[in-house]
Nanobody
Framework: VQLQASGGGLVQAGDSLRLSCAASGRTFDTITVGWFRQVVGKDREFVAAIRRSDRRSFYTDSVKGRFTISRDIAKNTVYLQMNSLKPGDTAVYSC????????????????????WGQGTQVTVSS
């Protein structure tokens, strides 16, 4: 599976962005897909995921109510709609995919994902 993330950019606080993750080699309806973000010098942080088995969505607490993960099977693309962006959302965002259907307590672990795409930079100015 090859993943390609896009859609990042420089925005102001309160603005919105939509990130896209396009896949080749496997369809998104057969894999769990997640978004992670990382700031230089910090650990990779889980943002959101859609689980393969039940299509349930998961979010880290800091983005609940602001971010929405969705998928378009016809386009084999997963989106991360990010609204009400804050400077603290500034990071490199990467999409990841895996064949597992992790339990709730494990959905946020990078080790649950087998494939990673290159990241896209999101910068939110105050």
């Amino acid at each position: 599976v090859q993943l390609q993330a896009s859609g990042g950019g420089l925005v102001q606080a309160g603005d919105s962005l939509r990130l896209s993750c396009a896949a080749s080699g496997r369809t998104f309806d057969t894999i769990t897909v997640g978004w992670f973000r990382q700031v230089v010098g910090k650990d990779r942080e889980f943002v959101a995921a859609i689980r393969r088995s039940d299509r349930r969505s998961f979010y880290t607490d800091s983005v609940k109510g602001r971010f929405t993960i969705s998928r378009d099977i016809a386009k084999n693309t997963v989106y991360l709609q990010m609204n009400s962006l804050k400077p603290g959302d500034t990071a490199v965002y990467s999409c990841a995919a895996g064949t597992r259907s992790p339990i709730v307590s494990a959905i946020n672990l990078p080790s649950m994902y087998d494939y990673w795409g290159q990241g896209t930079q999101v910068t939110v100015s105050s």
